[in-house]
């Protein structure tokens, strides 16, 4: 019995941490952002690192503003270590690094560090999204 038990419990967390995993936003390319700029919606690009410790608070945040705003607004993710020349493309200083840009894809703010979903939500109004 502790042996199905213990089973059990093993098979549940190797489900879970896969499908944590698979919850994460994919690392944006150039493509992808010029994409989203070029999409006439505000987006937001978070720059980040799958080990950074913000960033990892950040990731569910993102990722249900990404299923939430679904056609009305673009939430990217680049991951700096797999892409550093992206990061110093956006002059990205540290990480977590999110850039605000407006439905024509102009930058309109930029914020360091942690950043939560209502904060992000008044940044993406305040950038155009209705």
């Excluded at 995993?21 to 994409?35: G, K, P, T, W």
């Excluded at 977590?96 to 008044?122: C, N, S, W, Y």
Aim: aromatic share 6%; hydrophobic share 45%.
């Amino acid at each position: 019995m502790k042996k199905y038990i213990v089973t059990t419990l093993l098979t549940a967390l190797s489900l879970f941490s896969v499908s944590a995993m698979a919850a994460e936003l994919s690392s944006s390319n150039d493509a992808a952002i010029r994409a989203a700029l070029a999409s006439g919606k505000p987006t937001i690009a978070d720059f980040g690192a799958r080990t950074c410790i913000p960033c990892k608070k950040m990731a569910p945040i993102l990722e249900g503003l990404n299923r939430e705003l679904k056609g009305k607004a673009n939430v990217t993710f680049t991951d700096v270590w797999s892409t550093p020349a992206m990061a110093q493309d956006y002059r990205v200083q540290m990480i977590p690094t999110q850039i605000f840009f407006d439905a024509k894809g102009k930058e309109v703010k930029r914020h360091m560090g942690f950043i939560d979903k209502q904060d992000i939500l008044k940044e993406l109004r305040a950038a155009g999204l209705k």
